[in-house]
């Protein structure tokens, strides 16, 4: 029997949630509302989540700082959604770790193709065969990627907790070292070649991982920027 994901959206427009609740149903996913964030963090205290839909424009506490909370705990992924079309909602949303980003009014079908693709990208382990991944552990400048359990840990075992997004981007920087790479490849890379996120995004996702790997984020030596060219991973990588 197949489980269902599973997904919270929270908005405080009802009309919307019953409306997302009927379409995401009819699509095979398990559907829980909340319309703050008390009850966000009740539901994600009392139920296995895979996804967080998460409007910005909140009663109370807004999404922005929501997601910012979530991520001081949590890797669960996150798509933003937004009445505004400024590209820097966008960016902001995607630096304090959101996944994806819609701006309403937008097609359900479009926001379905998001909720498949993030889910994808961001698959459990137990959801893959035990051994299946041939890529177990990456090992560089003394950082291990772990594939499998999706999990980065520095030199002293601390774990650092990554955003789905910031995940797929270091695994595709890992997987390609010492080679620049462009916007274009690092997105198709990263999320598959049917993205439809702002392509700045990868600056943002690139901002936010070299926070968390370099000693100076502002000269950076293991994600390096080649001038005209884009981007490159400088380490050696090995494979454990």
Not at 20 to 48: C, I, N, Q
Request: with cysteine.
């Amino acid at each position: 029997m197949t489980v269902m994901p599973h997904l919270l959206i929270v908005d405080d427009d009802r009309d919307i949630l019953s409306l997302l609740t009927r379409f995401l149903g009819k699509h095979a996913y398990d559907v829980s509302v909340a319309e703050d964030g008390v009850a966000m963090f009740s539901a994600l205290e009392t139920g296995s989540i895979d996804l967080v839909i998460l409007d910005i424009m909140l009663r109370n506490e807004d999404g922005f700082s929501l997601c910012r909370r979530l991520r001081t705990s949590s890797n669960i992924p996150v798509i933003m959604l937004s009445a505004m079309a400024e590209h820097t909602d966008r960016i902001v949303g995607l630096e304090i770790g959101a996944d994806d980003y819609l701006t309403k009014p937008f097609d359900q079908r479009e926001l379905l193709a998001r909720v498949k693709a993030v889910l994808r990208r961001t698959a459990e382990k137990a959801d893959r065969p035990d051994g299946a991944d041939t890529r177990p552990i990456l090992s560089f400048s003394g950082w291990r990627l772990d594939v499998a359990r999706r999990e980065l840990r520095a030199q002293d075992n601390a774990l650092v907790l990554l955003s789905g997004g910031e995940f797929e981007l270091l695994l595709a920087f890992a997987e390609h070292p010492q080679r620049v790479l462009t916007r274009d490849q690092l997105l198709d890379l990263a999320r598959g070649r049917n993205h439809a996120a702002y392509d700045r995004s990868i600056d943002v996702q690139i901002s936010r991982l070299r926070h968390k790997l370099e000693d100076d984020p502002k000269n950076p030596s293991v994600i390096r920027t080649v001038r005209n060219g884009g981007y490159l991973f400088s380490p050696t990588v090995k494979r454990l």
